[in-house]
T-cell receptor, first 115, second 111 residues
């Protein structure tokens, strides 16, 4: 089974802090994704990565950056945390294959609160 | 637009069938997915259907696809309390590895 592990289930930080959310997958997947989930808005894609050191902006990248130095690890960085970044953050990974069945596998999420 | 649309809430009686509906926009979508999210957890892949299929059945789950209307549905037979969750519809377009998610339908079960 694919295992996607997010480093923290719950995190509380202060406004202005630099925050790191870590995600590791154990299935050698090429693609990794960061989403945030807010009530009534579903999942919104922040950033994704197709390969090591590659990154692409998603739908809501403002206020975030990412790092993919190793294939199995994808980090989400909040450069200067703000209260509107309080949310549930979900990491996912998938194998490459634009025309084939390659679903995304999700971690359990990190509930981040910015005070 | 690019939206995948679902109603936000559904309430059914225990033992009845639940039908969760979804509309998508891209006729070139190759795979359509249903994910389940239990409280406090990530998303779990429930089932999927390829775009050249009309129906897929997997135990209590039945997926119906109407390509003409771009309508997808998930039927859960004999709904149980453990089926309480948020259900996300998602489409994967042929041109990308990204998946577009709907906003999720919260299914609640009443006795």
């Amino acid at each position: 089974d694919v295992k996607v592990t997010q480093s923290s289930r719950y995190l509380v930080k202060r406004t202005g802090e630099k925050v790191f959310l870590e995600c590791v997958q154990d299935m050698d997947h090429e693609n990794m994704f960061w989403y945030r989930q807010d009530p009534g808005l579903g999942l919104r894609l922040i950033y994704f990565s197709y390969d090591v050191k590659m990154k692409e902006k998603g739908d809501i990248p403002e206020g975030y950056s990412v790092s993919r130095e190793k294939k199995e690890r994808f980090s989400l960085i909040l450069e200067s945390a703000s209260t509107n970044q309080t949310s549930m953050y979900l990491c996912a990974s998938s194998r490459t294959g634009t025309g084939s069945h390659q679903p995304q596998h999700f971690g359990d999420g990190t509930r981040l609160s910015i005070l | 637009g690019e939206d995948v649309e679902q109603s936000l809430f559904l309430s059914v009686r225990e033992g009845d069938s639940s039908v969760i509906n979804c509309t998508y926009t891209d006729s070139s979508s190759t795979y359509l997915y249903w994910y389940k999210q239990e409280p406090g957890a990530g998303l779990q892949l429930l089932t999927y259907i390829f775009s050249n299929m009309d129906m897929k059945q997997d135990q209590r789950l039945t997926v119906l696809l109407n390509k003409k209307d771009k309508h997808l549905s998930l039927r859960i037979a004999d709904t149980q309390t453990g089926d309480s969750a948020i259900y996300f519809c998602a489409e994967k377009r042929s041109s990308a590895s990204k998946i577009i998610f709907g906003s999720g339908t919260r299914l609640s079960i009443r006795p």
